[in-house]
């Protein structure tokens, strides 16, 4: 599987981005996604999972009630909401892909696309 994340950019406070990840392969459907960030000098971390089928989704605590994720496995892509976003959002953020079920451990994610930077002014 190959990612391919987009839609960063630079916004302020309070304002929304919505983050895509493309993927190839033919068996999308297969993968549970998640969603990580890596701020300046912090260890990457886990923002948001979603399993194979969409039915279940997991977050942080820290975003919980503003930030979305879903997918569409027909267009292989799977998506992150973000809205009232805050300057600690600030980061660069991954999608991963792992086979079958959905967890939120980094070390868990098999494939990961290349990072889109979100930076969030205050």
């Known amino acids: 599987v190959q990612l391919q994340a987009s839609g960063g950019g630079l916004v302020q406070a309070g304002g929304s981005l919505r983050l895509s990840c493309a993927a190839s392969?033919?068996?999308?459907?297969?993968?549970?996604m998640g969603w990580f960030r890596q701020a300046p000098g912090k260890e990457r971390e886990f923002v948001a999972a979603?399993?194979?089928?969409?039915?279940?989704?997991y977050y942080t605590d820290s975003v919980k009630g503003r930030f979305t994720i879903s997918r569409d496995n027909p267009k292989k892509m799977v998506y992150l909401q973000m809205n009232s976003l805050k300057p600690e959002d600030t980061a660069v953020y991954y999608c991963?892909?792992?086979?079958?079920?959905?967890?939120?451990?980094?070390?868990?994610?098999?494939?990961w696309g290349q990072g889109t930077q979100v930076t969030v002014s205050s």
């Open positions: 991963a892909a792992r086979y079958s079920t959905v967890v939120t451990a980094e070390s868990q994610y098999e494939y």
């Open positions: 392969g033919r068996t999308f459907s297969s993968y549970a």
């Open positions: 979603i399993s194979t089928n969409g039915g279940s989704t």
